[in-house]
């Protein structure tokens, strides 16, 4: 598997090597090897969880404000267009957005660190979506920003054909900004002597 750097700080794109022949094709989505020599604990993935979306629907951006959590995201069938959003202050990509296809037949997955939010739009009329999750879910620290703010200009490959009640109210980025320090601290760096 290789491994790659993504667009914002700290992202990680997984491109495994599948074996293809007459039949279709075998691959190994997830190694615990791999990942760790990613830099990642594979032991802290904690949730696996999947969804499936119709051609044209919108989920997202969402987020935690508790800090947030890690996503190892993969399109397991069909293809989407994924998006991440960094809303860590202290980031170096502080405000960017990152964009790519994600589908069953190159297989990549990519890893988001805490403190982005993600959404993605389905390409294909059937799409599912896995992710491995690095926290429990918490319905009480969810977050959302609004998908289609002018201000973070995602595009968008598609028209929106289905939003959830939840997404379509979500605010913009700017009502969320003066809260970011709060829900995504700077990590602390614990330095030892040496």
Same mark, same amino acid.
């Given at each position: 598997?290789?491994?790659? +750097?993504?667009?914002?700080?700290?992202?990680?794109?997984? +491109?495994?090597?599948?074996?293809?022949?007459?039949?279709?094709?075998? *691959?190994?989505?997830?190694? /615990? @090897?791999?990942?760790?020599?990613?830099?990642?604990?594979?032991?802290?993935?904690?949730?696996?969880?999947? *969804?499936?979306?119709?051609?044209?629907?919108?989920?997202?951006?969402? /987020?935690?404000?508790?800090?947030?959590? %890690?996503?190892?995201?993969?399109?397991?069938?069909?293809?989407?267009? @994924?998006?991440?959003?960094?809303?860590?202050?202290?980031?170096?990509?502080?405000?960017?957005?990152?964009?790519?296809?994600?589908? @069953?037949?190159?297989?990549?997955?990519? #890893?988001?660190?805490? %403190?982005?939010?993600?959404?993605?739009?389905?390409?294909? !009329?059937?799409?599912?979506?896995? #992710?491995?999750?690095?926290?429990? #879910?918490? !319905?009480?620290?969810?977050?959302?920003?609004?998908?289609?703010?002018?201000?973070?200009?995602?595009?968008?490959?598609?028209?929106? *054909?289905?939003? *959830?009640?939840? @997404? /379509?109210?979500?605010?913009?980025?700017?009502?969320?900004?003066?809260?970011?320090?709060?829900?995504?601290?700077?990590?602390?760096?614990?330095?030892? /002597?040496?």
């Amino acid at each position: 598997m290789k491994v790659l +750097e993504g667009e914002l700080a700290g992202v990680l794109l997984l +491109e495994p090597q599948p074996v293809r022949d007459e039949r279709g094709w075998f *691959s190994r989505t997830f190694d /615990a @090897d791999d990942v760790r020599a990613a830099g990642l604990d594979p032991a802290a993935f904690v949730q696996d969880s999947q *969804s499936r979306s119709r051609r044209g629907v919108v989920r997202g951006l969402h /987020a935690r404000r508790d800090g947030g959590e %890690g996503k190892l995201v993969r399109c397991s069938a069909g293809r989407v267009w @994924d998006v991440a959003l960094d809303l860590r202050p202290w980031s170096p990509t502080f405000l960017r957005h990152q964009e790519l296809l994600l589908d @069953d037949e190159s297989l990549v997955s990519v #890893y988001l660190p805490a %403190g982005l939010a993600h959404g993605f739009q389905a390409l294909t !009329p059937v799409a599912d979506v896995c #992710y491995r999750i690095d926290r429990r #879910y918490e !319905p009480g620290h969810d977050v959302t920003v609004r998908w289609d703010d002018p201000d973070v200009a995602l595009r968008w490959p598609l028209p929106a *054909s289905s939003i *959830s009640e939840r @997404d /379509a109210a979500a605010p913009p980025l700017a009502q969320v900004l003066p809260l970011l320090a709060e829900w995504f601290p700077e990590p602390v760096v614990v330095r030892t /002597a040496s």
